[in-house]
Each structure stands twice: as C-alpha cells, then as structure tokens.
C-alpha cells in the first residue's frame, strides 16, 4: 500500500501583520528626531553638571535665610549647617532641610534651594501660636501643639488659654508635642470657633480641660459655656443659635450648658 505524502503549506503573511509593521516603522521615523534631541540635552546636561562639580565658580560662598530676621554671614552658615567652599551640586538640600526642622521646631515649611553660581536660599514659616498653656510658666502652642519659642510668668495677650494641659512625658521643650485629650480637644473647639465666627466680637478667653470629660469655655471674662466631651459641632451651632437670641451679659448670665437635649442658662446669684 503506497504510503500518503504529507506537504507543509507556509503560510503567508497576513495583510495586519504588514500593517503593524508599516505603522511601527512610520512612528519610528517620526519619533527619531526628538529622541536625538532628548539624547542630545541629556548628555549636554551631564557635561554640564559635571563641569559645574569640578569648577571653582560653583564654590558655595552664599547662605540666605529669608523670613528669620538678620543674621551674619557666619550665624546662616551654621544655622543650616553648611561651610564656604562647598561645591553648590555635591550639596544635599532634603538634609539641609530635615537638620533646620530639626534644630528649629518653630519653623512649621523649609525651603531649601540653589541659586547657581555660588548661594544657597532657604525659605521658611514659622508656625503660627493658637493658645497658651500653663506649665510651671505660660508657653504657646500651634494648631499642631507644638511647643513655640518663648514662655512668660505672666499670660501672653490676645491669646486663649488652656487650663489643665498636662506636660509631655519626654519633658517640656521648643518643638515638643502636647499629646493629652484634653489639650487636643481644647485645640479643635478654638479653631472651630475661630473658622465659624460663632463668638462674634466676644472673646475666648480660656477653656478648661481639668475635667477631660467636662470641657468649659470661659467667654468675656466670666460666663462659662460648658461642652463636654464630644459632639462638640452640634453643640457650637446651638450656641451660634442662643447667641442670636440673648444678649450674653457677664452680669446677668453665670453659665449656658450645652451638655443635654435642653439647653440651660444658669442665671448670676446676686
């Protein structure tokens, strides 16, 4: 029996493949020229960068600080921790920037740049004080609670304080972080309060956090407003609400508790 003869048929491109290739090879042409000058810049820049590290003219001969008041020459070297003679690009600007935040607590944003040929600029802002606290001395805190330079025997003015702030375990210094309940919660009601406008021309004059569980707000010297613990939103518009109705009067009125489902208003014994 004559055995059956097998052929392998080659199989032709298909008209898609042609296509692809077609289009493959116009988008290569295409994207030559700006391939060439992408190439171009970058080893242009490399030349450049590398002549820039090894030149004299690129020694770091400037330190400016902006926003921190005068300082010498001398002072902006080692508040940033840098020395004359540098080279302007061997310069690690990120730790330029951690060692200032570092050493400087009060300063919330650093910006650290290079100014070719030969300066470093550093940009910064401080953090601004919310409230005070009593610790053995009165100091500022931020909206962060940080610590801020400067502490008084006496109470700073036109600044709300907090009473019954507890100290930080790792001990009180510029740049240590109040962490108490309470503190926090005496932070968030004053910037509630300050972003609303509930108070109006009235001021906050301090607030109590001895009781964690009971904050109070004193308010015009004398009138306490007593918030609790929580849900603090809901209680500031009732009160945005009995303002509009009552006139707050020190003489008249001894407390408002917003603790319940009833609002109360504790009239001043005689």
Do not use: W
């Amino acid at each position: 029996m004559a055995k059956q003869l097998k052929y392998k048929v080659k199989k032709k491109p298909g008209f898609l493949t042609f296509k692809l290739v077609g289009l493959a090879a116009q988008i290569g042409r295409a994207a030559l020229p700006y391939l060439i000058t992408v190439t171009t810049v970058v080893l242009l820049g490399a030349a450049v960068y590398g002549f820039a590290k090894g030149s004299p003219a690129f020694e770091l001969r400037e330190v400016r600080v902006l926003n921190a008041g005068t300082m010498t020459a001398e002072q902006a070297f080692k508040f940033c921790a840098l020395r004359p003679g540098e080279n302007l690009f061997d310069i690690d600007l990120v730790l330029v920037q951690k060692t200032i935040k570092r050493s400087h607590p009060e300063y919330k944003d650093v910006l650290v740049r290079r100014v070719p040929p030969s300066r470093i600029e550093v940009e910064l802002r401080r953090r601004t004080p919310v409230a005070q606290v009593y610790l053995s001395r009165y100091v500022q805190i931020d909206k962060d609670r940080v610590v801020l330079p400067g502490s008084s025997a006496t109470p700073f003015r036109n600044l709300t304080i907090i009473e019954g702030a507890v100290s930080p375990r790792g001990g009180l210094y510029v740049g240590s972080v109040l962490a108490d309940e309470g503190t926090k919660k005496a932070v968030q009601i004053s910037e509630l309060i300050k972003r609303t406008k509930i108070l109006r021309q009235r001021v906050l004059n301090r607030i109590s956090v001895v009781d964690p569980r009971n904050l109070s707000l004193y308010v015009d010297g004398d009138v306490e407003i007593r918030m609790g613990d929580a849900h603090f939103i809901e209680r500031l518009k009732i009160l945005d609400q009995t303002l509009k109705t009552i006139d707050l009067d020190a003489q008249k009125i001894e407390y408002i508790d917003l603790r319940f489902d009833d609002l109360v208003i504790g009239p001043r014994k005689a």
